[in-house]
Structure formats: C-alpha cells, structure tokens
C-alpha cells in the first residue's frame, strides 16, 4: 500500500457542507476527537481535475481514454485506484488516545479537559470573516465566518514545521503493467496546486506526491494460540469452522431495499473474494464453483464483535420498555403481562451476544454523510446547460468497528479459504473507489472443527427457533413469507409438528433483500425474506434429540437460513439483558507523537487558564479605576513585562485624584501585577523546556487584553 503525501503551503478549508451554530458558516472535516482530515472524494476530484487541465494544455498522457481508465466515470467504468480519507501523521493512535486512554492516565484534570474534541479543533483550525463588497463598500448583512484548518503542525514543537495529510491508496495494477495510468497519474499529483473552498483566494495551497505507507495502521493482534486447535486433515469431508474479523478503515455504507443494513451480508462477502480470485483465476475453475457457487463452502454475513464474540442479530423477543425508563425485557420470560403497557420496542439495527451473565447488546455508531451527484461533469466531457447538481446524503456506519463472520468448508479447502482471507483487498458497499468501503483483517483467523451438538428435549418441553440470519423459503417457485409455510419447513427439518405452541406467539419481521450485478451493472431480482432475530415457538410431543443449530431456505452458501434452537430453561440461564460496546480496532501508538500532543496540551492549559484568571480580575475591586485606555495602548506598544512596568512609572502622578486611595499609577501597577505574578505560577506549575516557555510567553499580551478588553465594556458610563 502506498500513500498521498499533501503538504498544506496555506491555510485550507476542506469543508463538511454545514456550519457550527451560529458563530460558523463554513465548517471544515473534523472526526469525533476534533481532528481535521480531507476526505478522499475531495482529493479524487480535484485530481480528476488536473488530468482535465492536463489535456487542455496538450500532455499527451492526458487522453480521454487513459483518464477514465484511471479515474473511471459516472458510467460505469471503474477506476484503477482507490484512495481513504487524508489524515495527519497517526491520527488513529491520537484519536484513541484521546478518547480513551488520556481519561485512565494520571494526567491533571486541566489537561484532560483540554483533550475534549472542541478544545483540540481550536488547536488546528481557526476562524476567518469576511465580506462581499460591492462597488466598494460592503453589503449588509454579509458577513460570513470561515473555519480553516491553519497552515502549521499545532503537535510539533518545531513551530514552522507546516501540517501534512496521508491519505492511503490501493493500485489495481503493478508499477511495470499499465506504467502509462501510473505517470499520468503522477502528474496529477504534481499538477494539483490548490484543494478546498476558496482556492481561488488563498486558501488549500498544497503539494502532493505519492510515497510509500511506512506505517502499519491496525496492531493485528497475532498471537501464537490463534490456531491452537489440532484439525485432522485426514478426512477431506470432514468440516472446519473459520472465525475471522475485520476493521472497518473506512465508514461503511451498505444499502438495503429502502434501509440501511448495519451488517454485512454474505453476498457482498462473497463478491469481494470471488473478485480477488478472478484476478489470478477463472469462473470456470473448480475450486471457484467449490468456494462461490455449489455451497461446499458456506459464507456468513458479517455482524459486529461484542466481547470479543462474533454477534447475531437481536431476537425480537427481546425489548426495551419506551415507558419504563428503557429497561431491556425478555418478554419470553416475564411473569406479568404489565410490560405490554410500557411501549415495547423492537431493537432494529442492533446486535447480541451470549455470555454467561446474560445478553449483551450493542448497536453500531452511525453518521450521514452529504454529497452533491453532478449530472455531467466538465472532467466527463458532458458539461451543457440542463446540467444539474444535486445534494443527497447518505448513512454510514463510522469506522474503526470490528465485524467477524465465519466460513464453514471442507478440511481440504481451508487453505484456499485462508489465502482469500489473507491477499483479497478487503471492500464492501458503495463508493470503493474513494472514502468508504475500506476494511481490513484484523485478527489471525482461527480454525476448528465444526461441529453442530446435540441436545436432548422432553415430551411436552417448549422449542424456540431463532433466526440468526435472514430466511428465503421458496415454495413452488414462489418465496414465501407467511407463517405458516415457515413452520411447515422448520417442522419438517427438526421432525416436530407444526402447531404452534398454547398460549405462545411467533415474532416475526419481513423485509425484502436485493443487490447489484457489477459485471452486467444491472440491479439483482428483490427476495422477500424473514429478517433475522425472528422467533417461532415449538412444543415438543415426543421425547427426542435435535441439533442445536439448523439451516433450511435457499442460498445456504450466503449464510442465509441459520437458525438456533433454545428452550425456556436457556432464556432463564441468561435472563440478565445489558447494553455494552461494539470492539473497536486497537491502533499502534507513536510514543513520541504522544509527548508531543501533551507537551502541546500543556501549553494550552496555561494559556486556558490565564483566559479564565483574566475574565475574573475584570471583576474585582482593583480594577475599578485602572487607566483602561492607556493601559491598552501601552500594552499594544510594549515588548514584555518589564517594558510595560516602565512605561507604566511614566504615567504622570497629576492624574492622581484626590478622592482615590490609591494613584492611577499605583493601580496599572498592581493590575499587571496580578496578572504577571499568575502567569509565572503557571509556568512552574508545568514542566516545560526553555524553548517552550519561549513560546508561551510570546502570547503575554493575551491575558492582559483579554481583561481590559472586558472591563471597557462593562464599566458604568456617566
């Protein structure tokens, strides 16, 4: 994997399209901690943009061939690239620094404020105003406030050092196949001078190049009992069970037929891989019909890790009470009825885990996102005037989740399963190419023997079957959906009648799932369904034994059609129903990185701290006569402390009044006194180097305005 290297030569403004209250208009990017970042789409298009400009002026690379070849279209041709969003120099290790690890250390309570994200986006951006003119003079009610993301590294101790963004990129060729793409490509990087809003009045002037990512992202947290389980592979029928999980690099979003789906379906799993194999193999090959087609190997969908286990959908037999301050309910095993007058609410969207305490619950962390659709593009040579731009958003889950599935296969295709896990570049859902769809594995992949356990039930005992996947029964060329064809298939499957079970109920949700054929770039038939987490109820007539898992329903190879057997004696075991976390990728850590956003957060403390001290000295009785005005003037003017003093033994004693204590002289003095005397406490109070303090006292003047700022607007008038 390679990277971009943007280097910020001005201050730039790579906006969000929203604005901040009312103080901001024009916001820039900026993650949950405040750290800002470019997305990539900004990046690709103006890239895209270069190569336009390229072929205007006559380099020969710049054909309209080779630009689409390299950039792709609106049309469906693809790219040969695909680039993340830019971020500084280990953003993911001081993001998890900051919203995690800073709050357990032994760090001051000033400088765990400090850590807040709206205290850490004032330590890379600042704000602009500005306003339209005409003819001149100034239009009414035309001011405007810019957020831009300042020019130089506020973590760096070296204060000229300028900031840099990284944006990781993926080539589907290698540096000798398709050099042409390559050079064209680099001369975009080179060709592109200004990103970002207002690039054509200073701001998002950059240099670009393209080097080598040499830092690893995700800790892959490999041990060495990953595999510990001995498998005998004499057997080539024999199943193995492999358990993976994968970091989501980059927001994820992955529509449904009119919703959102908060996991990964087993189909889009499947076209990743068979993607990958394509690329060295053939449709025709066997092992290709083995792992994609005939369901020898079955695909799950992939759910979030919660506790360290692989989820499953919520059972719909759980709920919270909308009027019972939101408490988690297994209506299954509830004694009274007098849950039903509290609002339940199913739990869509989220997923559960099984631990010996009971049910874990989480659900993922989900952001939307806005985008304008260009209907023809000037880069697309499309450009006329019915042209029209269109804002649309859309939903996406935030990166950094861990999700898992696994795969069931023979013994002997296992190792063909593992080199798909470990060489395929990871990618699901929309917009591949640029800001989304990026993962990762994440973990050594562990094998077992799978194995499917028996459990033994009486005469009379109650069966629920819980749908840990979605369901597609078809019927005589029909799918159904009603509840009584499901009863009929899974009584057929488990030898039970059936009847529903007295005084029992089915929870049952349908929805309708569908997908895109990229090769014919044609929209898959939709299929009703039964959503996962659906719950039939059994009684058993016969004492028997039934495996405790089954599937049944079409397109087994997709893990659809899952379902898990349980009793009421099971429900009771894990009666405690509790919210929890969704993993979250454990990044690597620059040590020395670290020491510098603290040093830097330090710094910000004090000059926090001296704001606040100034704000409260405007209050107190020795302000109250001060010279405000000159006071200013002669702060404005002076080079230090020292120098202010002497200026301030100047001010003439006929100004002295004769109702007034103390001199105005006296007064001034005492006043910067306060102020000085505050100043160097803090100073000791933090163990910082020569050069820091340097650097801190280059911002003396800011208390002392600060206060007298406030004590001229809001000292009596006569």
């Not at 989501?248 to 993607?275: F, H, K, Q, W, Y």
């Not at 996947?469 to 009584?484: I, K």
């Not at 090769?519 to 996962?532: E, F, G, H, N, Y």
Request: proline content about 3%; glycine content about 6%.
């Amino acid at each position: 994997m390679q990277e971009l290297e943007i280097i910020l030569n001005s201050d730039l403004c790579a906006g969000n399209g929203e604005s901040a209250g009312n103080s901001i208009d024009s916001d820039v990017c900026i993650d949950d901690a405040g750290i800002p970042y470019i997305p990539s789409r900004r990046i690709k298009g103006c890239l895209k943009q270069a190569a336009s400009d390229l072929k205007k002026m006559g380099y020969t690379l710049a054909s309209d061939s080779n630009i689409i070849a390299l950039f792709g279209d609106a049309y469906g041709n693809e790219g040969v690239f695909s680039i993340c969003d830019a971020m500084i120099k280990d953003a993911n290790g001081i993001r998890q620094y900051l919203n995690t690890e800073i709050k357990n250390s032994d760090n001051s309570d000033e400088i765990k404020d400090m850590a807040h994200a709206s205290k850490i986006v004032n330590l890379f951006t600042s704000v602009r105003g500005q306003t339209m003119l005409n003819d001149g003079c100034k239009v009414d009610n035309s001011l405007r406030f810019t957020r831009v993301v300042n020019q130089y590294d506020p973590i760096s101790l070296d204060k000229d050092k300028k900031l840099a963004f990284y944006a990781p990129i993926y080539f589907d060729f290698c540096d000798d196949d398709k050099r042409e793409l390559r050079e064209l490509f680099d001369a975009c990087c080179k060709a592109t001078r200004h990103i970002g809003h207002s690039r054509n009045r200073g701001l998002g002037n950059v240099s670009i190049k393209l080097c080598e990512d040499s830092a690893k992202q995700v800790n892959m947290l490999f041990t060495e009992n990953d595999n510990k389980t001995d498998i005998d592979c004499s057997e080539a029928d024999k199943l193995v069970k492999i358990s993976y999980k994968v970091v989501l690099n980059s927001p994820l979003t992955l529509p449904g037929c009119d919703e959102l789906n908060t996991s990964v379906p087993a189909r889009s799993v499947i076209g990743c891989m068979a993607g990958y194999y394509l690329h060295s193999g053939s449709a025709e090959d066997e092992d290709f019909r083995k792992l994609f087609l005939d369901g020898t190997v079955s695909w799950s969908g992939l759910t979030p890790v919660i506790e360290g286990e692989i989820s499953v959908p919520v059972p719909m037999m759980i709920v919270r009470l909308k009027n019972g301050g939101n408490k988690l309910i297994n209506n299954l095993i509830e004694e009274k009825d007098d849950w039903k007058k509290k609002k339940p609410k199913t739990l869509d969207g989220s997923f559960t885990v099984q631990t010996q305490n009971g049910y874990k619950i989480a659900e993922p962390s989900i952001h939307t996102y806005y985008h304008y659709a260009i209907n023809g593009t000037q880069q697309d040579g499309n450009n006329d005037e019915n042209n029209t731009k269109m804002l649309y958003m859309q939903e996406s889950i935030d990166a950094g989740a861990v999700y898992g599935g696994t795969i069931i296969c023979p013994v002997n295709m296992k190792d063909k399963v593992l080199k798909c896990l470990y060489e395929a570049r990871i990618q699901f859902g929309r917009s591949k190419s640029a800001q989304y769809a990026t993962c990762s594995l994440y973990a050594k992949p562990e094998v077992e023997e799978y194995k499917n356990n028996i459990r033994h039930v009486k005469a009379g005992e109650k069966l629920y079957v819980v749908l840990q996947s979605d369901l597609a029964l078809l019927d005589n060329g029909v799918y159904r959906t009603d509840s009584a064809c499901i009863r009929e298939a899974i009584g057929k499957k488990l030898n039970l009648s059936s009847d529903i079970a007295e005084n029992s109920l089915d929870y049952c949700r349908y929805h309708v799932i569908g997908g895109f054929q990229s090769t014919w770039q044609l929209q898959k038939p939709q299929i009703p369904v039964v959503r996962a987490g659906s719950v039939y109820c059994f009684k058993v007539k016969e004492e028997c034994d039934i495996p405790q898992t089954i599937r049944i329903g079409e397109f087994a190879q997709e893990g659809m059609g899952i379902c898990g057997i349980m009793t009421v004696s099971d429900f009771e075991k894990v009666s405690s129903i509790e919210m929890s976390r969704i993993e979250q990728a454990h990044f690597t850590v620059d040590n020395n990185r670290i020491e510098q956003l603290l040093t830097r957060l330090k710094m910000e403390a004090i000059m926090e701290h001296m704001r606040s001290f100034a704000l409260k000295i405007a209050e107190v009785e020795v302000t109250k006569n001060i010279p405000e005005a000159r006071l200013r003037n002669m702060v404005s003017k002076a080079n230090d402390y020292s120098d202010l003093n002497k200026m301030i033994s100047k001010i003439k004693e006929s100004d002295l009044s004769s109702e007034k204590k103390l001199s105005r002289k006296a007064e001034a003095t005492k006043f910067v006194e306060i102020i000085k005397t505050e100043w160097n406490a803090q100073l000791k109070l933090y163990d910082l180097d020569h050069n820091l303090i340097n650097q801190i006292e280059a911002n003396w003047k800011e208390p002392l305005n600060i206060a007298l700022h406030k004590y001229h607007y809001q000292k009596e008038r006569g």
